[in-house]
């Protein structure tokens, strides 16, 4: 339900991101890399401490990682038939410290200011999936639906009404390929993942040695293994006895499928027994895993796109690298975003995209504006709202206008105006600042499209609907943006002259209902609805001559 709540307009139901900051990898990476504490990952310090309480149960009960692995579990993984020696927590030992060195590598990687939480974090990896990839098939699906539906409309023609909007995403096929991936892992063994390679798990297994709620087993026990062959975790050792409490979820299965009824999660009946007090961590590979997680960290510094190159903000990143209002500068950006897509889910009007390695190995899967695709929104700072980690500043909308996140310009070989001298006004008609004028230019009988860089916010409007076809005669690009850590986006504007009056798009046709400035003036203030709508002669972009 958060994860649907994340949209436009803002419910105000409940912090969409809270299960994002549950996420204990995603606060001590965040918190590392960027050398700042947020007070809003306290929650991940309680599951940490629940270790101490009740185990993994959060593993079990709570992750969204671990319900899409059972979901795809159930589904591609065959009943095991193993024997309770092969099935056992002593014959999977050797493969559970993969996930400490996982969490040693992450660590020393973040610790050199680089965040690898978008890779191994679960509940990114699971909000990465489930808004970018089943979210958007389950609006196809739908919509697919009400065009089977067609014949019907003669008996329900309400139908004919219903519109679903659907979402496109980028890198959507690898996102769903990895999760396959990561399910896929059962035929090695169940919930692999958890089990295996997990850092979340790992530092949550460091507090659950002795938990306060424990699996112990009575005297009633015959020994008959089927607790041990049907444990998810390979959390109970070849003597039925014996629990290794780091591993276990509590999920109760074998207190359910016990014959004699000799386990117990509640009634403490019999001492602790737990695994070896030491880990199974040898010193030569934990050394590994942290110089390699010092190695990526000194690679993504020293790559010729690195966006600190030099000591400047940025160095050789591409034009059309627009990040959304509000989005930190590019440094702290790639410090603090996760990359759990939550902002790209909410996004009203669907703009936001996962990018590749246009920012770098760095910046993958982090959200990017494809103005070509669909414009941002002027009444929408959605993107913010829903940020967990603050790499994208929560602004009211006053604010987030006065965010400049790029400026436009005209590719005149393009433009039907300047090369064809054809009339042409799209651009200027949907420009929601006022930022493109029509002037009178030699050679041609009709005014040019000419753009006031002080006005424009880059928002995107004129590049998505200007008419020519492929790339846009006007395009967004990231000259003249603005991007503050702390401080006043309407203060900044001042200083640098920055002039966004709203125009008056009420009526437009050509945009969306999330366009629309009902109740901004060009100040950035409030004002009434304009109760005398204005008759427009002819469509916009359309000149009487």
Not at 390 to 419: M, Y
Request: charged share 20%.
């Amino acid at each position: 339900m958060l994860l649907v709540w994340a949209a436009y307009p803002e419910t105000g139901r409940a912090p969409v991101d809270a299960f994002l900051r549950i996420d204990p990898i995603i606060a001590l990476t965040t918190l590392i890399a960027s050398r700042e504490f947020q007070t809003g990952f306290i929650w991940a310090a309680i599951v940490l401490i629940s270790g101490l309480i009740i185990g993994r149960a959060f593993c079990g009960y709570i992750c969204p990682m671990g319900s899409t692995i059972d979901l795809f579990q159930s589904l591609i993984y065959p009943k095991s038939k193993l024997s309770a020696t092969r099935s056992g927590y002593e014959a999977n030992r050797g493969r559970r410290s993969l996930k400490y060195y996982v969490l040693a590598l992450v660590v020393c990687a973040a610790i050199g200011g680089v965040s690898l939480a978008f890779l191994v974090a679960p509940i990114s990896l699971a909000t990465r999936f489930w808004g970018l990839v089943i979210y958007p098939v389950i609006l196809w699906i739908a919509d697919l639906g009400l065009d089977l539906a067609t014949p019907l409309h003669q008996y329900f023609p309400d139908l004919a009404y219903i519109q679903i909007s659907r979402k496109v995403f980028a890198t959507n096929m690898f996102i769903a390929g990895f999760i396959v991936f990561i399910s896929a892992l059962a035929i090695k063994g169940p919930r692999f993942w958890c089990s295996y390679l997990c850092p979340a798990g790992a530092m949550i297994a460091l507090f659950s040695k002795k938990p306060l709620v424990y699996r112990s087993v009575n005297s009633s026990c015959t020994e008959c293994g089927k607790c041990v062959r049907n444990c998810p975790m390979a959390a109970i050792r070849e003597n039925p006895h014996l629990t290794a409490h780091r591993e276990c979820l509590l999920c109760l299965r074998c207190k359910d499928l016990c014959p004699e009824n000799a386990i117990s999660f509640y009634s403490h009946n019999e001492a602790l027994k737990t695994e070896p007090a030491t880990l199974d961590l040898t010193r030569r590979a934990m050394l590994l895993s942290a110089v390699s997680g010092l190695g990526v960290a000194s690679l993504v510094g020293t790559g010729w796109n690195e966006p600190r190159l030099l000591g400047q903000e940025r160095a050789v990143t591409p034009a059309d690298l627009i990040r959304p209002p509000g989005a930190m500068p590019e440094p702290e950006f790639l410090k603090l975003c996760v990359r759990c897509g939550l902002c790209m889910k909410a996004c009203a009007t669907n703009t936001l995209q996962p990018i590749w390695f246009k920012a770098g190995v760095e910046g993958l899967f982090s959200p990017s504006l494809v103005p070509r695709l669909a414009a941002c929104a002027v009444n929408c700072a959605v993107c913010g709202s829903v940020c967990p980690t603050g790499a994208i500043r929560k602004l009211p909308i006053d604010e987030k206008i006065q965010a400049k996140i790029g400026t436009a310009w005209i590719d005149r070989q393009n433009c039907l105006v300047w090369n064809r001298d054809k009339k042409c006004l799209v651009c200027g008609e949907v420009c929601p600042y006022h930022a493109i004028s029509f002037q009178p230019a030699e050679g041609r009988k009709n005014g040019v499209p000419v753009v006031h860089a002080n006005r424009c916010c880059g928002c995107g409007w004129c590049e998505n609907k200007c008419p020519v076809e492929g790339a846009g005669a006007i395009r967004v690009s990231v000259v003249g943006e603005v991007r503050l850590a702390a401080g006043s986006y309407i203060e900044k504007a001042k200083e640098y002259g920055l002039e966004f009056k709203i125009a008056d798009k009420k009526f437009d046709k050509l945009a969306p209902d999330t366009f629309e400035s009902s109740g901004i003036d060009e100040g950035g203030g409030t004002q009434e609805k304009n109760s005398s709508p204005k008759q427009e002669q002819l469509p916009a972009g359309i000149l009487d001559e």
